[in-house]
């Protein structure tokens, strides 16, 4: 087989293009042909929106079609699929998961969330409490329980669940990860009101939720090693995100310094000078990482980066608020809203100050993210753990 290179795929664009001019074309109807003709992740497999191309071949597809105005998928709505269903669902998906799921998912007709942190848990999430019982008769999973903090799920279609399936067994065991239709009955949403007066995250009751046996993903009892591709997925996609040189939440304040010299003081340079490079060497730290997944799964060293993250957003948006002092306290618009996303950089400054805070706790709590990166980066000696043997059910709660 001719192995598959940069300029084939340049070809197989310019051949899309051709049949489907984006002028002249649906967005939904070129995004489907752009699917079917594998240019949507050229890494999966054919079929499955992919040619099995080297993953490090999806720059240029993604080039070409940005300099033609082709329309994307819109992957700031629909991340959670993107960045942690497809390639846990690639990575553990029975052939006909990935035939039902995938392509609805890239295309963004289906959007997912995550039904993961639990309000019992806290930041262990291996403690979690929801509950999935098998049906004897049916073969069906009857789940009950609570998660929280649930980006997207008042939209979302599906959702990626981890449930406890044998209460005997140490709290890594006993877990099953499900793909949970968020329209079935028992599923009850509620919006958690935030910091910034938005409801992007959400509480979300199960009671009684039917999924059958084929939503399952991945073994009975599994579930954690099935979750923990999710996770690392996860932090690499909010702590990898691609931004350009002084672009993110460094993006506001360095123009504030250069357009307001009277908000200047010798102090606030010294520490604008010190975030800038922060900023910047964290932003080719994920050039590295992104290189990093061309060769294989993601590691743990996208804890470090989603942890760098979160710290990073927090300095800059404090210093921003000094720096513009009375007027960064000033808010745009407390109206309880439901977005899709978080826009930091679209709004002022007190939104972002206010919104940064949240970025130590999703995505995993910088705690935990903290004891990853000492035992599976720098080879520390495990936290004493004397739970780890312990059946969940005899845990002190």
Not at 349 to 374: D, F, M, W
């Amino acid at each position: 087989m001719t192995a598959i290179t940069a300029e084939h795929l340049r070809t197989r664009v310019r051949g899309l293009l051709a049949a489907h001019p984006p002028a002249d074309t649906a967005r939904a109807d070129f995004l489907r042909a752009r699917f079917d003709a594998g240019l949507a992740w050229v890494h999966y497999p054919e079929g499955l929106g992919g040619l099995g191309a080297p993953r490090s071949l999806q720059a240029a597809v993604d080039a070409e079609l940005e300099a033609a105005g082709a329309p994307d998928n819109d992957p700031r709505r629909i991340g959670i699929g993107l960045g942690m269903a497809a390639p846990t669902i690639l990575a553990y998906g029975t052939e006909e998961q990935k035939q039902r799921f995938l392509r609805p998912l890239w295309l963004g007709e289906e959007v997912w969330c995550q039904l993961f942190s639990e309000p019992g848990a806290g930041s262990d999430l291996a403690a979690l409490g929801t509950r999935a019982v098998r049906e004897t008769d049916s073969g069906d999973w009857i789940v009950d329980g609570q998660k929280v903090w649930t980006s997207s799920a008042h939209t979302a279609r599906w959702a990626i669940l981890i449930a406890r399936t044998d209460p005997a067994l140490p709290k890594h065991q006993g877990i099953t990860y499900f793909l949970c239709d968020m329209h079935a009955p028992g599923v009850e949403v509620r919006p958690l009101r935030q910091i910034t007066g938005e409801a992007e995250f959400n509480e979300v009751f199960l009671t009684g939720v039917r999924i059958p046996d084929t939503h399952r993903l991945g073994a009975v009892g599994e579930g954690w090693a099935v979750a923990r591709t999710t996770l690392m997925n996860e932090r690499v996609s909010i702590g990898g995100m691609r931004i350009p040189r002084e672009g993110g939440m460094i993006a506001p304040v360095a123009a504030a310094w250069r357009d307001r010299p009277e908000l200047r003081s010798h102090a606030l340079h010294q520490r604008l000078l010190e975030l800038w490079v922060e900023a910047e060497v964290a932003r080719l730290t994920g050039e590295r990482l992104r290189q990093q997944l061309v060769a294989g799964q993601p590691g743990p060293e996208g804890s470090g980066m989603k942890l760098t993250f979160a710290r990073l957003n927090q300095e800059i948006s404090a210093l921003e608020v000094e720096l513009l002092a009375e007027e960064g306290l000033l808010y745009d618009d407390w109206t309880m809203r439901r977005p899709d996303g978080v826009d930091f950089t679209g709004r002022e400054a007190g939104y972002r100050y206010l919104r940064a805070k949240g970025n130590s706790i999703e995505g995993g709590t910088s705690e935990i993210l903290l004891n990853i990166v000492a035992e599976r980066v720098l080879g520390l000696p495990p936290e004493p753990r004397d739970d780890k043997d312990l059946a969940w059910k005899d845990l002190s709660r």
